[in-house]
């Protein structure tokens, strides 16, 4: 299957600051990468959808403006959360999702942020 | 798009007995999937199953397609089997769309 690596796994920042989280196919390429983002006790809920060369699409409710996408090649798309606030603290995950040479969807390990 | 249902939302077992999740799907199932969450958040995937019956050691799981539904079964449960377990589904959206998950607690 798919591998799918994000980077970095935790991360603690000030609030106010901005971070960025990257999420690379190691063994394929990607044009389309899925972003998820799960509060505690609760389900992953689809952020946007990251596309290679174009603007990304976002679902409703969520702001284009402060979760910033960038999919600038075939094998990383990145996550910049800008000034960021405590209430977006939140395990991130990005996903290949299936159609690109496999059925089924693939996950990265995810990003816990901390925002203090 | 589609709406995933999911139950029990939490579960407790005692080692060794057997369970059975279920997934309702609102609409047609066409990338259906069943994950487990480990502790360290990571997804790990169980089944790749839009239709018919798989199984993988202790675990197997079954789709019924007409009828919109999917179950996953865990025999002889253990401890590590612990954690929280979802299904989604894309429909015909492509974006995969999850349950609100099955927290379940295996006790020694």
């Known amino acids: 299957g798919a591998v799918v690596s994000q980077h970095p796994s935790w991360v603690i920042c000030k609030s106010g600051t901005s971070v960025k989280i990257e999420c690379r196919s190691l063994?394929?390429?990607?044009?389309?990468m899925f972003w998820y983002r799960q509060f505690p006790k609760q389900s992953l809920m689809l952020m946007a959808t990251s596309n290679e060369g174009s603007k990304a699409t976002y679902e409703q409710g969520v702001e284009k403006d402060k979760f910033l996408i960038n999919h600038a090649s075939l094998t990383l798309s990145t996550l910049t959360v800008t000034s960021a606030h405590p209430e977006d603290s939140s395990f991130y995950i990005c996903?290949?999702?299936?159609?690109?040479?496999?059925?089924?969807?693939?996950f990265g390990q995810g990003t816990r942020l901390t925002v203090v | 798009g589609i709406q995933v249902e999911q139950s029990p939302p939490d579960l407790i077992l005692q080692e060794g007995a057997n369970s059975t999740l279920r997934c309702n799907f609102s609409d047609s199932v066409n990338n259906l999937q069943w994950f487990h969450q480990n502790p360290w958040g990571q997804l790990i995937n169980l089944f790749y199953i839009p239709s018919g019956t798989k199984q993988n050691g202790r675990l197997s799981a079954t789709t019924v397609a007409t009828e919109r539904y999917s179950l996953l079964y865990i025999s002889s449960s253990q401890t590590t089997d612990s954690g929280v377990y979802f299904c989604a589904d894309s429909g015909n959206t492509g974006k995969l769309i999850f349950g609100q998950g099955t927290t379940l607690q295996v006790k020694p």
């Open positions: 063994d394929f390429q990607a044009t389309t």
């Open positions: 996903s290949a999702p299936p159609g690109q040479g496999w059925t089924e969807a693939f």
